[in-house]
């Protein structure tokens, strides 16, 4: 059971019913603290594209009045 993961369906089945609950639950706990670092970092892509949105759009107001205003 140390370090035991479920990798293939077939070795999953052979486990004892006990150590499959435990399994399940520790995969369930590492999907959900994934979830929580995805959403952690969610503020800072929408800040970067954000950011990015506002300096390329006067970017591309300057270069529309510089080469075809």
């Known amino acids: 059971m140390n370090g035991l993961t479920i990798r293939e369906i077939e070795d999953f089945k052979t486990v004892p019913p006990e150590e499959q609950r435990v399994l ?36 591309a107001m300057i270069v529309k009045l510089k080469f075809w205003g």
Do not use: D, H, M, Y
Not at 32 to 46: D, I, S
């Open 24 to 59: 399940l639950f520790k995969n369930v706990v590492e999907v959900k603290e994934e979830v929580k670092q995805l959403k952690a970092r969610k503020w800072l892509n929408t800040g970067a594209s954000a950011v990015g949105g506002v300096f390329g759009g006067f970017f």
